[in-house]
């Protein structure tokens, strides 16, 4: 596949929170094993994605957020672990690299796919234990 520039997915636009938002599955990044949470790895680098974007749009004089810095240092490292040598063009008229070469994707619809069924399933559980298991307490 051959990746090009692309009008969405801009830092502001109007459709920007949308297109970001969309970028997650309806639970989130997190999902649920048994009692414990975890984040899949490709949700929590589009998490982060995001909240740099959002980072980016906020007044420069206020201090860089705790979580800004997080996604900073995680996404470098997702980056220097994951390495892409591939050559890119420099020689375009912004001065910046361009992606002339084909590159490998992966189908990540499968992993939304069970991501959405985790969800699902959990929220299923959350409202059984809310309705069953909540305290009852008597007043009087």
């Not at 929170?17 to 599955?25: G, H, Q, T």
């Not at 949700?43 to 980072?55: A, G, N, P, S, T």
């Not at 420099?90 to 590159?103: D, E, L, P, V």
Request: with cysteine; glycine share 4%.
């Amino acid at each position: 596949m051959l990746i090009g520039s692309t009008t969405h997915y801009r830092i502001n636009s109007s459709d920007s929170e949308e297109e970001y938002r969309s970028l997650l599955p309806s639970g989130g990044h997190l999902v649920h094993i048994g009692k414990e949470k975890y984040t899949v790895t490709l949700f929590h680098q589009l998490k982060c994605l995001d909240v740099i974007r959002q980072e980016y749009l906020n007044d420069a004089s206020q201090p860089i957020s705790s979580l800004t810095r997080h996604c900073m240092n995680y996404l470098r490292q997702s980056l220097l672990c994951n390495l892409n040598t591939g050559l890119e063009n420099a020689k375009n008229s912004a001065a910046t690299a361009s992606r002339t070469y084909n590159t490998l994707c992966f189908d990540w619809t499968q992993v939304y796919s069970e991501a959405e069924q985790n969800f699902k399933a959990h929220s299923k559980h959350v409202i059984w234990e809310i309705v069953y298991f909540r305290p009852r307490y008597n007043v009087g």
